[in-house]
């Protein structure tokens, strides 16, 4: 264990259809092993100390998966808000979505609203779930809310800072992941986070989503621990840039 934790965590989960073919098993089978491992890291990522953990769950592309694929994907996530919405209340966690929701099938979409609504007063770890999530889609609409502001001249575009360009971000309330873990192997980002993980820590592992235990996400951390974190500044401009969020917080 280490008492260097980040304070935000964010995963790429991969790795579900090819753990289900390796064991010659319908693709859908690793997405519900797959399922079952979310609880235990959010569990393990709680008892760590981490204060944000981002989880990318369902891209804005996986629309274009097979439409039995998605459908199976669809009835897993209700069924998942159904079983574990309420531990993630009684654990006082707060339960978070980036993406556009508009995608989402309206009875999912009033069962997260409803999640959203009766968290948000927690004061526990905070747990978002990227659906119908896109990087590069969120960025688009944060030009185009920008673009209009400056339109009806509510804003002067020589005052447009970095900062202006992150508050129309989905993660608008979220600070920027300290590490960001992908499962699988795979030495892409895939269209996540782009803006927001500019200074993160990288941690990727040939490790499959339906087997990264409790044990592999402390792995993760442990490895996090043992690096130092410059952000493109000295170590003086570093240590400065630190206390000065260690203040904000």
């Known amino acids: 264990m280490t008492n260097k934790i980040p304070r935000h965590v964010a995963v790429i989960m991969d790795g579900n259809g090819r753990w289900a073919k390796k064991r010659g098993l319908p693709r859908i089978h690793g997405h519900q092993v797959g399922t079952e491992r979310v609880i235990e890291i959010i569990r393990t990522a709680s008892k760590a ?26 009835n897993l996530l209700s069924d998942y808000l159904d079983k574990k919405l309420q531990e993630i209340k009684d654990n006082n966690m707060v339960f978070n979505t980036i993406g556009d929701l508009n995608d989402i099938p309206e009875m999912i979409r009033r069962k997260i609203i409803k999640g959203q609504e009766d968290t948000r007063h927690n004061t526990g770890m905070v747990i978002t779930f990227a659906l119908s999530y896109s990087s590069r889609d969120e960025l688009t609409k944060a030009c185009r809310e920008i673009a209009k502001l400056a339109a009806q001249k509510q804003l002067d575009p020589e005052t447009i800072t970095e900062q202006t360009i992150a508050d129309h971000l989905y993660t608008h309330n979220l600070p920027d992941p300290d590490l960001l873990i992908r499962t699988s192997g795979e030495m892409r980002i895939s269209n996540f986070m782009l803006w927001q993980i500019s200074y993160s820590e990288l941690y990727v592992t040939e490790t499959l989503w339906p087997d990264f235990t409790a ?35």
């Open 215 to 249: 044990q592999a996400f402390q792995e993760a951390l442990d490895a996090y621990a043992q690096r130092e974190r410059r952000f493109g500044l000295t170590e003086a401009a570093e240590a400065a840039a630190a206390k000065g969020a260690e203040k904000s917080l």
């Open 49 to 74: 100390g981490i204060r944000y953990l981002t989880l990318y769950s369902f891209s804005k592309e996986n629309w274009q998966r097979p439409k039995a694929e998605v459908s199976f994907l669809m």
